[in-house]
């Protein structure tokens, strides 16, 4: 199947550092979805990548479309306090539909 | 606040019981589609539906049973419930037309005691 591998699985970070994270699967995506969840909250879409090699930036989120098209990578610079939670990538599943398959989560914890 | 309503917060119940979930999406989406979140599976996809008819379907289990209304809420129904149906169900919803972006409701919390 079509299987979401994300790391790191957690981090924890200083306020200000800038984070990395990337998803890997074994099957190539023609579309990638970042996601971020709080705790107790349904997942909020952070950014949305179509095309290989893209790079699309949402303050401070950037995300790329990696070029195999079989990664991405999520960005986060300067880190504050409330970039706290569980962040996934997602992908829609083939074989009809809009279905999304997500990520196994990277989860971010950020100190003070 | 994405636009997607979801009913109940909360939900607790014993084994063997059938409970009902709702979902309202955000005003325009046709597409509704139903999440199971628990700490083993992580979130995995069950079923769609588009404008009232039954698009995809994942590994949702026989016990379980979904519904899209002609005013495009959705009703999410689990029967006969076990231990292991404890989890987060989340609804989204999407217009399919802007991309397979989808937008979460703020989920369902059952517990099966």
């Known amino acids: 199947g079509q299987q979401l591998n994300q790391s790191p699985q957690s981090m924890f970070i200083q306020e200000g550092e800038d984070v990395s994270m990337n998803c890997t699967s074994s099957?190539?995506?023609?579309?990638w979805l970042w996601y971020k969840q709080d705790p107790g909250e349904g997942p909020v879409l952070l950014i949305a990548l179509y095309k290989a090699g893209e790079l699309t930036s949402n303050g401070r989120l950037t995300a790329q479309f990696g070029i195999t098209r079989k990664d991405s990578f999520l960005n986060i610079s300067a880190s504050i306090p409330s970039d706290v939670g569980i962040y996934f990538c997602?992908?829609?599943?083939?074989?009809?539909?809009?279905?999304?398959?997500f990520g196994t989560g990277t989860q971010l914890k950020v100190e003070l | 606040d994405s636009g997607v309503t979801q009913t109940p917060k909360h939900l607790i119940t014993a084994t063997g019981q059938r409970v009902t979930l709702r979902c309202s999406p955000r005003?325009?989406?046709?597409?509704v589609y139903w999440y199971q979140q628990s700490l083993d599976q992580g979130l995995q996809f069950l079923i769609q539906?588009?404008?009232?008819?039954?698009?995809a379907k994942g590994n949702i289990l026989e016990r379980f049973s979904a519904q899209q209304f002609p005013d495009l809420h959705s009703e999410l129904n689990l029967s006969s419930l076990e231990l292991g149906d404890s989890a987060l169900y989340f609804c989204?919803?999407?217009?399919?037309?802007?991309?397979?972006?989808?937008?979460f409701g703020p989920g369902t919390r059952l517990t099966v005691l």
């Open positions: 005003s325009g989406d046709l597409s």
């Open positions: 997602a992908g829609p599943i083939t074989g009809g539909g809009n279905k999304l398959t």
């Open positions: 099957s190539i995506f023609n579309t």
């Open positions: 539906y588009y404008n009232g008819e039954e698009r």
């Open positions: 989204a919803s999407s217009d399919r037309d802007r991309g397979p972006g989808q937008f």
